[in-house]
């Protein structure tokens, strides 16, 4: 016999219980029902990504963006660089842009040589960088570095 159905609970405890009951029920269903944010980007694609001539458009596609969040997309070296080897050399690729809660097409020129956005804040980086010479990656990060998640990357090779 269930607490419920036993004759020697009192009506108003039945009450008390089911209600509670009742309670968790609907609290579990709107946290079920409420809308997961994304938490990071699922993937990234550059098209033209193979053989491109330096000083064309490209343009990046960022699957999963979070809304209101915003992004970089860069253009960086594959290995970290400078001493201490702590971050790749970059430079910024369009403009920074705010996630929708879906995707998101940016566009932006890329060249072989880049001048490096990191140089100046982090000690040893160099002021510059060739794509031809070294592996490149077009990288996307959420608000630059801000730490919220990993960056997502895809390969570009220029010819």
């Not at 994304?38 to 000083?55: C, L, Q």
């Not at 990046?60 to 963006?65: A, I, Q």
């Not at 997309?73 to 400078?82: E, M, Q, T």
């Amino acid at each position: 016999m269930s607490i419920l159905t036993h004759p020697r609970v009192a009506t108003g405890r039945r009450r008390r219980v089911i209600g509670s009951l009742a309670a968790l029920v609907a609290a579990a269903g709107i946290a079920l029902a409420a809308p997961l944010s994304a938490s990071a980007i699922s993937s990234v694609t550059v098209s033209p990504n193979t053989g491109p001539a330096s000083g064309y458009t490209t343009t990046v596609t960022v699957n999963g963006t979070e809304a209101g969040h915003t992004y970089r997309v860069g253009l960086c070296s594959d290995a970290n660089v400078g001493t201490p080897a702590i971050a790749p050399a970059c430079q910024y690729i369009g403009s920074e842009f705010t996630g929708t809660g879906g995707t998101v097409t940016q566009s932006g020129t890329v060249k072989r040589t880049l001048t490096n956005a990191h140089f100046l804040v982090i000690p040893g980086q160099p002021a510059t960088f060739n794509c031809g010479t070294t592996s490149c990656r077009v990288v996307v990060t959420d608000n630059h570095s801000s730490g919220s998640f990993p960056s997502v990357s895809a390969d570009i090779a220029f010819s």
